[in-house]
């Protein structure tokens, strides 16, 4: 289905900004309109779709090492209990030594009280810090630019134009939900939440050490800066009607090759520059 495979490709890339699948089976472009307003929305709201699995897996992750947690200390609770049975010599109370051998042993020639002694193996172990479970995962800017797909002969070249309206209605509807989202968190974080969101540099996530990390669970996340106006905010918020404004991406139905109607600044002449060749 169109739809499930765009949305798996901006969901797995998180800067993706053009999309070029002319003529490709599971781009078939033989969606009704109302079908184009349903992508829309999506595309514009990928960002909550993967917020919301990140944080189905940090709930995973976070009820798995208070789990983990809860099982060390009660084991190491246990070991400390008194077992039940008669107490023998070596942990009487009472010395059988002659007493000047104590005071000897205990006692420096100049008749101080030596402290004692004690038999350390290594550093204690630092008792592992369990994240708060108050974390929610902010909402990405959707970054797609252009969709080019090539449509169904069965498409009229005149019923382009109300595909491209109903998928810009259904983006701006999902532009508009998302804002409301990060409003939402704004909130959130003003009642203590830990707000994090999904790092999209991971150059210097592919490097893990040997041993488990205490914050294992969070490696692809970062914390956002709360007191910052603009990190729950949206670009081009129009004053006078209170709504926010994300430039709908292009759609470009000419397919592959110079020759045809192509939509200005679509993914095929963003490719023509880069490459140096047709599509």
């Known amino acids: 289905m169109l739809d499930s495979e765009v949305d798996m490709l901006l969901v797995r890339f ?6 070029v699948m002319d003529g490709c089976p599971v781009m078939r472009g033989d969606l009704h309109e109302r079908e184009w307003r349903a992508l829309g929305k999506r595309c514009a709201l990928v960002g909550v779709k993967r917020a ?3 944080e189905a897996a940090l709930k995973v992750w976070l009820e798995s090492r208070t789990a983990s947690t809860g099982s060390m200390t009660a084991l190491r609770n246990e070991s400390r209990k008194t077992k039940p049975g008669r107490k023998g010599l070596a942990t009487a109370s009472i010395s059988l030594r002659d007493p000047d051998t104590d005071l000897g ?20 172990k630092k008792k592992a810090r369990i994240p708060s479970s108050k974390i929610r995962v902010l909402p990405l800017l959707p970054t797609l630019a252009s969709l080019c797909v090539t449509l169904s002969p069965a498409i009229e070249p005149d019923r382009h134009p ?12 999902g532009v508009a939900q998302l804002a409301a989202t990060r409003a939402r968190l704004r909130i959130s974080a003003g009642n ?10 991971g150059s210097d996530k592919e490097e893990k050490s040997d041993g488990e990390s205490e914050d294992e669970g969070l ?30 991406p292009v759609l ?8 045809g109607p192509h939509a200005d600044n679509c993914g095929h002449s963003v490719g023509w520059e880069v490459m140096q060749d047709e599509l």
Do not use: N, Q
């Open 252 to 259: 470009c139905f000419a397919g592959p090759g110079k020759d």
């Open 105 to 124: 042993a205990s006692s420096s020639p100049g008749g101080h009280s030596k402290p004692p002694t004690t038999h350390s193996t290594g550093k204690p």
């Open 52 to 54: 919301k699995e990140r």
């Open 162 to 173: 109300l595909i491209c309206a109903e998928f810009h209605e259904g983006w701006a509807e």
């Open 192 to 201: 203590g939440y830990r707000i994090m969101r999904i790092s999209t540099c």
């Open 14 to 19: 998180t800067s993706l900004k053009h999309i």
């Open 219 to 248: 490696e692809d996340l970062e914390d956002v800066d709360r007191l910052d106006p603009d990190t729950f905010g949206m670009p081009g918020l129009e004053e006078a009607h209170g709504s926010v404004y994300i430039a709908t």
